[in-house]
């Protein structure tokens, strides 16, 4: 058994944007300090998506000073917020992987196990994309090791949340050209995201679908009809705690936990067997 930590949506800035700065850097050093107390440590941390807020390599540095003395390995992939140029400039090492076609794709492999991080972000738009090209890459990538059980981590959520003016349209062309290419390949145990600000899940096809909570501020969860042209004012985004994802991988199969970050008291502790005989 070994896990893996999920990190997104950290929308780390500058100065330029001081409170959102801070508050952001602030949430994501938290939730970096509760993922280091985690027993057993988690192998690796993958982080999927709006690693900043508006793609420049000020913010990717100030980004990469977070991760001064972060001692597991750290793996990015992008989200529509992020610009792959300025983030590879700052990145150019192993954490930071491109497919031949310049998107960042790539697996993360272990022994019986893969990871596999997929790239949606459609520049100009902050709805997903996956073209073709990605298609191709994702559907020859997991022939290579077609047994073995996969986690695909990327930013989009092909599942709809019920908070409408961010869901997107369930039969959009890159949603049905994921899906094409998941039902293909058995081995795919999980797909897990961010984007949302929010946690959920649902089954996509026959893959269970994770969506982690933002290590910076969450979406409101207001379920309610809502009209994309007409602003009313509603709450859309709030300041509840910074949370993440713990993957756990056990026999063959992938649990997903939710966590929020934060240090809290304990309660109660075991000081009596849990079986007696
Ligand atoms: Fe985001």
């Not at 062309?173 to 390949?185: A, E, P, S, T």
């Amino acid at each position: 058994m070994f896990t893996v930590a999920q990190i997104t949506d950290l929308h780390i800035t500058t100065d330029r944007d001081k409170l959102n700065q801070e508050r952001n850097e602030a949430r994501l050093r938290a939730t970096l300090a509760s993922i280091m107390r985690l027993r057993p440590r988690p192998v690796a941390v993958i982080a999927t998506g709006d690693l900043v807020d508006r793609g420049e390599v000020d913010e990717y540095r100030n980004l990469k000073a977070v991760f001064e003395g972060f001692d597991i390995p750290v793996h990015f992939g992008v989200g529509n917020h992020d610009l792959r140029g300025p983030l590879r400039e700052v990145f150019p090492d192993d954490r930071v992987r491109t497919d031949k076609n310049g998107f960042v794709q790539y697996a993360i492999e272990f022994d019986d196990y893969r990871i596999v991080m997929c790239d949606t972000l459609e520049a100009g738009a902050a709805g997903g994309g996956f073209c073709s090209k990605r298609a191709s890459w994702l559907n020859s990538t997991l022939r290579k090791r077609p047994r073995t059980p996969t986690l695909i981590g990327l930013h989009h959520p092909p599942i709809p949340s019920g908070i409408r003016w961010m869901d997107e349209d369930p039969s959009s062309g890159w949603i049905r050209r994921l899906d094409r290419v998941l039902r293909k390949h058995s081995q795919v145990r999980a797909v897990t995201c961010g984007h949302m600000h929010r946690p959920h899940s649902r089954l996509f096809g026959r893959t269970m679908v994770t969506v982690a909570p933002a290590t910076s501020i969450q979406l409101t969860l207001d379920l309610t009809e809502v009209d994309v042209r007409v602003p009313d004012g509603r709450e859309i985004l709030l300041e509840e705690p910074a949370g993440f994802t713990l993957h756990m991988f056990d026999r063959g199969e992938i649990t997903a936990h939710t966590c929020l970050a934060g240090e809290w008291p304990s309660a109660v502790q075991y000081l009596y067997p849990f079986l007696k005989d």
